[in-house]
T-cell receptor, first 109, second 115 residues
Framework: GQNIDQPTEMTATEGAIVQINCTYQTSGFNGLFWYQQHAGEAPTFLSYNVLDGLEEKGRFSSFLSRSKGYSYLLLKELQMKDSASYLCAAMDSNYQLIWGAGTKLIIKP | GAVVSQHPSWVICKSGTSVKIECRSLDFQATTMFWYRQFPKQSLMLMATSNEGSKATYEQGVEKDKFLINHASLTLSTLTVTSAHPEDSSFYIC???????????FGPGTRLTVT
């Protein structure tokens, strides 16, 4: 079956770095997505990886290893506004997104 | 980036009535639109996938006669919750895909409360 695993909740300190891991199993693979979702709002797109390696975009970076079925989202210089849920989603061979349950990130001062 | 709108952003209705939610792609043509439901503190649940001009494909466990989806044009899809009940209260989110398969843009969501 298809499955996405990511931690339920993580806590980090303002100004620090946090890494949110995601492992996936899908029927075929057409990329790995990370979305940010604040409470009561729709998800917003953060990153898309389809090739192995690290993609850096400002304070956020995303890594993919297709052979390991593994990705992580790295957030640097954490700010209080980064408190949100982070959703990992893998796109299968039918271009359908398979969603993880999300990781709630709590930032403490 | 591409913009997707939803209307209404929130709605309260009485049990037994029907509610229609609109999803529009404002600056691109969406060949495929997706409807999700999200309960508090849970992840997104895909309800159905709709392609312009054809019948929607519903996920297992989603009643197609209760959740009517119409994708009549390349910029508009509607979800109608028929005979709504309190357990249908949820956050409904649509997303739209353009020409590129990996690009999917989310609407702001519609919060439905059934009393």
């Amino acid at each position: 079956g298809q499955n996405i695993d990511q931690p339920t909740e993580m806590t980090a300190t303002e100004g620090a770095i946090v890494q949110i891991n995601c492992t996936y199993q899908t029927s075929g693979f057409n990329g790995l997505f990370w979305y940010q979702q604040h409470a009561g709002e729709a998800p917003t797109f953060l990153s898309y990886n389809v090739l192995d390696g690290l993609e850096e975009k400002g304070r956020f970076s995303s890594f993919l290893s297709r052979s390991k079925g593994y990705s992580y989202l790295l957030l640097k210089e954490l700010q209080m506004k980064d408190s949100a849920s982070y959703l990992c989603a893998a796109m299968d061979s039918n271009y359908q997104l398979i969603w993880g349950a999300g990781t709630k990130l709590i930032i403490k001062p | 980036g591409a913009v997707v709108s939803q209307h209404p952003s929130w709605v309260i209705c009485k049990s037994g009535t029907s509610v229609k939610i609109e999803c529009r792609s404002l600056d691109f043509q969406a060949t495929t639109m997706f409807w999700y439901r999200q309960f508090p503190k849970q992840s997104l649940m895909l309800m159905a996938t709709s392609n312009e001009g054809s019948k929607a494909t519903y996920e297992q466990g989603v009643e197609k006669d209760k959740f009517l989806i119409n994708h009549a044009s390349l910029t508009l899809s509607t979800l109608t919750v028929t005979s709504a009940h309190p357990e249908d209260s949820s956050f409904y989110i649509c997303s739209a895909r353009g020409d590129r398969e990996h690009e999917q843009y989310f609407g702001p969501g519609t919060r439905l409360t059934v009393t």
